[in-house]
């Protein structure tokens, strides 16, 4: 699906006013982009369906607004890798069962007050109405309502789309990905209504700046997964309960977690960027089974590290380039955060390099997300077309090692079996993760 390439104008509307050269600017070309609102045939006639149905009939938030409809990310995903129609209604049937309809919010929000409300997850109804208003309002643009509502004010929501588990990055993708103005909106709804702690750390440059006195566990590196091993053996992380989140760890580690994040010195964006992306699939895959044979699940968490990284890969041929770092940034901060809560398992890059996948290709791969007994999994099929999406983008090797993100989409194909929880059900890991949910009073 990725073999050809459609080069965008910016549809956010910002000047272009860095050279193509600049060193901010990450230039790789945009995926294709499917217009399922135009396309005349039938697979994309149903997409469309399901997508209007879904944002229709179903908030974007639900079990007390602590999990994500992730509907679009699975329909998108599998309609990519080419899933017939009739798969595609399996799994909105599949994935609508335990979602719940909109309700009325408190109150309305308008261009006067859309601010107050930030985080206020009992408003993702009346954020959605507002935002729908907008693109009324600008001429059915959606894209311009996207841009003044990520980009502009002094801190932009642009600042924070790795919020919620990264949900509204993901969203954002899958909205231009598909060329969709409700997940577009729903996109922004989840901004709004997941808006965190974590935006500071993007709108206030003073913590993006290496330390003067770093300590000698966090030295300035290329790599991201170099610095993950040096993350590991920081004796500072050791004393983390079994219950830790990112925002604890933030309030009792600030320092040395925002150390071991600056560290990444970006000198070369494309480059780095891909390594970046090679570390989202090396976390997921390479810290599934330890040296001694021992098994576990894959970890849930970890996998979105590498939908988020797709996402971003979605979006930065489409934004201005003096964004590209930025975007890269927030993944990051929420790669040093997950990796650390997660335990700082060791990263095991022999489950690719010795790997043995016979005759296996990505027609196989291919299948398993269509058709397999996971096939219904949102994150397993999410995950498997992103290390395909990767592939198309940077070629069949990676950090010397032929195949890399075959081998690594053939291990989750055929170990995959359930996701890591911590003995939690997925809604309230989630919720955990991030320290809890803000809801103000009513």
């Known amino acids: 699906m990725f073999s050809s390439f459609t080069t965008f104008s910016n549809p956010f509307g910002v000047p272009r006013f860095l050279k193509s050269g600049s060193p901010k600017a990450i230039n790789i070309p945009s995926v294709e982009i499917h217009d399922v609102e135009t396309n ?27 999990f994500h409809n992730h509907t679009p990310h699975i329909l998108g995903s599998a309609y990519l890798l080419s899933a017939p129609s009739t798969h595609l209604s399996a799994i909105y049937e599949s994935e609508t069962k335990g979602l719940v309809s909109w309700r009325e919010s408190p109150g309305e929000i308008s261009t006067y007050d859309w601010r107050d409300y930030l985080s206020d997850r009992r408003y993702q109804r009346a954020y959605l109405d507002f935002f729908e208003d907008q693109v009324v309002l600008e001429g059915y643009d959606w894209k311009k309502v996207l841009n003044k509502y990520l980009f502009e ?37 989840l901004a709004t209504a997941c808006y965190n702690y974590l935006h500071k750390y993007l709108d206030n440059p003073s913590y993006s700046k290496p330390s003067s006195t770093p300590s000698s566990h966090a030295k300035p ?13 920081d004796p500072r992380f050791e004393h983390l309960g079994a219950d830790a989140d990112m925002k604890s760890l933030l309030e009792g580690h600030e320092a040395a977690v925002l150390e071991h994040w600056n560290s990444w010195q970006i000198s070369e964006p494309k480059t780095q960027f891909e390594e970046s992306q090679s570390t989202a699939t090396a976390v997921l895959v390479g810290s599934v089974m330890p040296k001694d044979g021992s098994r576990k699940d894959y970890d849930f968490f970890f996998v979105h590290l590498l939908t988020t990284s797709h996402a971003v890969r979605i979006i930065l041929p489409l934004i201005s380039p003096e964004y590209h770092t930025h975007l890269v940034k927030q993944w990051w901060l929420i790669t040093v955060l997950l990796y650390i809560v997660q335990g700082r398992p060791e990263i095991d890059l022999s489950r690719f390099a010795e790997r043995d996948i016979k005759a296996k290709g990505w027609d196989y791969v291919d299948e398993q997300a269509r058709g397999g007994k996971h096939s219904l999994d949102a994150h397993y099929v999410k995950g498997l077309r992103a290390m395909k999406a990767a592939k198309e983008t940077w070629g ?24 890591g929880f911590s003995g939690v059900a997925e809604h309230e890991a989630e919720a955990r993760m991030e320290g809890g949910i803000t809801r103000r009073a009513a």
């Not at 924070?160 to 969203?171: D, E, K, R, W």
């Not at 590196?221 to 053996?233: P, V």
């Not at 989750?412 to 359930?418: K, N, R, W, Y």
Request: net charge neutral; proline share 2%.
């Open 40 to 66: 005349a045939d039938k697979r994309a006639r149903n997409l469309k369906h399901l997508l209007k149905l879904n944002h229709t009939n179903h908030a974007v938030l639900f079990n007390d607004d602590q």
């Open 153 to 189: 004010g002094k801190e932009p929501l642009f600042n924070n789309l790795v919020a919620g588990l990264g949900h509204p990055l993901i969203h954002l993708g899958y909205a231009y990905e598909l060329n969709s103005r409700e997940v577009a909106m729903e996109a922004l709804c």
């Open 221 to 233: 590196q290329t790599s991201t997964l170099d610095i993950l091993a040096a993350i590991r053996k």
């Open 396 to 419: 069949d090797a990676s950090r010397g090692i032929d195949k890399y993100w075959l081998k690594a989409a053939i291990a989750l194909a055929e170990e995959f079996d359930g996701w």
